[in-house]
């Protein structure tokens, strides 16, 4: 018999005789206990499975890469951006908030829009969204949020009355809840979807000067869009069509590309602008704060590796380099504690050391120790140099050169609400007056088709918010969900889908 060159061996490395009979006492049985690999086989099955992700668990991911195009080294030192031509890898991660692993990809939902960028200085992670602003502006509300979206204790089914009744109760959930209703709810796939950093950034350049900036990664190509009953039949064909559509894009040739923009804010017109430049429910005008082209997100490769590289991917909000750093929304703020917490429970104490996370240009020099799967060297390179400060000259010490410039903040400690004159309704007015006749009518119907089992008053309560931001907007939801409560044999979509208005 030939030798085998590729020899199956147990996780330990011996050999094995075979991978297909288990070891019994006689042909009929029973089972030896002392067949390893048979438990052994069996108990690595049992454990395939980690957690999925509390939100946002649907997802498709490629690797790329992004491009400097042009120069804004006076608003950031951050390594990635120093000059025109640099590149940096990436790795994405779009999902949809609600669904549960293996959800039909082509739901109406936010997509999120995730980027970790491998800079020499460390990763950056931009952990955003496919709209620029969202539902409520105070994290404390985040948990009840998910739960609307989640499914319901008893039933175990999806609860538009828990969606509308909590949406009713923060009238500031109605600019982000026009954008979902929209034709933009159903993007084809992430590549016809911007991303968007959506909360408002710091940058800080080499001179310590501090501007306060948004990110837009706008799609080349083009913002496509299912109706409902085009997302219908797709899902009956196949509930994976992202992941098909990325995956042909990308072994085709066809590599999904993005321009990122920035809008920057000097540091102290925050305090003078007549809003709340760090509220995530607003947008800054264009007008006011004009896009700044920055570089060019091109994704190219299939991850070998889905579960590795993908589902092991831990994104942070928390994970900035020297250049990038937070601002005061208290949204972004929790999120800076919220996802290393859930990484730490979700992948280990370690996961930071996972091949989708692992920095890949910087060194990594810290004092951690320690704790379980630590499968990764155990010190700095100098066994004696365990503790900070010390005496060794190769020990690894802080650089206080990137030290971000100090952030001036005065106010009460107190749990601040809603404050009186905060305006809710004219950003999402403006934005439905952009729609045009029949983006408006799918924008109704849409709502009709999502409202359909919402009880009376809720809706009235829904409409009352509609009513805020436009007679004619409420009027046309109303009359949607009346027609559809008339004819329950109405089907209330159409078929066309044109962009909406940029
Ligand atoms: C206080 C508000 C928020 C909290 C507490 C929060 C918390 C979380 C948590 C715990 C996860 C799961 C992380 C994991 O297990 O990997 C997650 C995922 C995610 N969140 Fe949030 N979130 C908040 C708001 C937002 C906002 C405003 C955005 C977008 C602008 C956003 C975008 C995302 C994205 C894109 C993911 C998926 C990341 C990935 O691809 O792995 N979240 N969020």
Redesign the pocket.
Known sequence: MSEIKNRLTTTAGAPMPTNEHSQTAGPRGPLLLQDYQLLEKLAHQNRERIPE????AN?WGLEGIFTVTHDITRYTRAKLFSEIGKTTDVLS?W?TVAGEQGAADAERDVR???LKFYTEEGNWDM???NTPV?FVRD?YK?PDFIRTQKRHPKTNLRSPEAMFDFWAAQPESVHQVTILMSDRGIPVNPSHMNG????TFSFWNADGERFWVKLHFKTQQGHAHHTNAEAERLIGKTRENYQEDLYNMVNEGRFPKWTLFLQVMPEREAETVPYNPFD?TKVWPHADYPLIEVGELEMNRIPENYFQMVEN???SPSNVVPGIGFSPDK?LQ??IF??AD??RY?LGTHYEALPANAPKAADVNHYHKDGSMRFFRNDTGNPDAYYEPNQYENAPVADPSVQEPPLTISGDADRYGNAQDVDDYTQPRALFNLFDDGQKQRLYENYAAAMGPVSKPVKERWYAVLAKVSAEYEAGVRAANDALDSDVNAVPVTDDTPVPAE
């Open positions: 992700r509390a939100v946002h997802g991660r999902s999120g829009f995730s952990v955003g969204n969202f994290a985040f968007y950093g959506s909360h995530v991917a831990a994104y949204m929790a999120r919220s996802y859930a990484h979700r």
